[in-house]
């Protein structure tokens, strides 16, 4: 059972994660906790459980996950009971810090400190075929995922670094920050930027990897090669033969999909048939002998089935297609 000494500073705790302890209570939780090696244990083991670092000694039984959903159970309630303050993600990490160097011995602060960072899992985004989906992530960047495409995020994103991972499409309208990059990794290129808009499709089946920027500058590395992009500028990347090419385009119409269509700018048919598979959750095959060819248009998804979207693009002569067995057959 606690002692009051120990109820008390319980509540030093909560108050210095809400934000509301002032110097001369921060002095008294540091002097309690230096009194003895049984306080510092004590302080020490109930930051554990606030922030599930991950640090006790062998007597302790700790359980990561369920001290992590407590930790955040108990901010929440804070934050319900202290209107006038704001938490956030990196807040708590420079606290987590503070109060390692508070707790710990000096040759245990800098595993500490590594500890804190790696118990930050990533968060797993996934949009199933037939679906889009938008949110926010931690730093405010705005982001809408097209449909197939996955997302991976440290949930530690936007307190040291501010870096993705990207399978599919998404449209990202990032917040600038000329401290901590924006960066999104893929196989195939990474991309940096500070803060602007711009539309990034690299899904892994596709043959090409497609950027179109809306405004700002970015920074895409593809090996050695470093390219450059300015508003309404577009680059392409083949993927086979490893070729980048940078044109001049409409980047308004890159994010069409996000509103429910469908814009084609001389893409491969062998992708477009992907995207149209993603979108309807159909079942396309494309013959050897059409898989290069290039088409331009545009549809309203809700408004077309996908032969309405198949039959339009055969009305070029350049392709026709058939219906077998479930499959859509493009030649």
């Known amino acids: 059972m606690q002692t009051t000494e120990e109820k008390n500073i319980d509540e030093l ?21 230096l009194q003895s090696e049984a306080n510092r244990k004590y302080v020490r083991n109930q930051f554990e459980i606030w922030f599930s670092s991950g640090i006790s000694d062998d007597s302790v039984t700790f359980d990561k996950e369920k001290a992590f959903e407590l930790f955040k159970q108990r901010v929440n309630q804070a934050m319900k009971e202290k209107n006038n303050t704001r938490f956030t993600w990196s807040r708590f990490y420079r606290v987590a810090a503070i109060i390692l160097i508070l707790v710990l011995p000096p040759t245990a602060y800098w595993q500490g400190r590594k500890t804190v960072k790696q118990t930050f899992a990533e968060t797993t985004i996934e949009v199933p075929t037939g679906a889009r989906t938008k949110l926010s992530l931690p730093d ?25 991972k990207l399978e599919g499409e998404g449209y990202f309208e990032v917040v600038t920050n000329k401290k901590i990059p924006f960066v999104i990794q893929t196989k195939e290129v990474d991309l940096k930027v500070l803060g602007t808009k711009f539309n990034f499709k690299n899904y892994p089946e596709d043959e090409e990897v497609i950027v179109d920027l809306v405004e700002g500058t970015v920074a895409l590395q ?33 994010n069409v999909w996000a509103n429910d269509e469908l814009f084609f700018d001389e893409e491969l048919l062998v992708d477009i048939a992907k995207e149209l598979m993603r979108c309807y959750d159909a079942k396309i095959v494309v013959a050897d002998s059409s898989q290069q060819k290039r088409f331009y248009g545009s549809f309203k998804v809700s408004e077309n089935t996908i032969d309405e979207v198949l039959g339009t693009i055969a009305s070029t002569n350049r392709m026709k297609y058939r219906y077998e067995n479930g499959i859509h057959i493009l030649y």
């Open 222 to 254: 593809h090996g050695a090669t470093e390219f450059l992009l300015e508003a309404d500028e577009k680059l392409v990347l083949n993927k086979i033969t490893k070729q980048m090419t940078k044109t001049k385009t409409n980047a308004e119409f890159a």
């Open 13 to 33: 705790i909560s108050l210095y994660l809400s934000g509301g302890l002032d110097q001369a209570e921060l002095e008294a939780l540091k002097q309690w906790s």
């Open 140 to 164: 405010g960047t705005l982001v809408w995922l097209n449909a197939g495409s996955k997302m991976l995020y440290s949930q530690r994103f936007g307190v040291d670094d501010r870096k993705l």
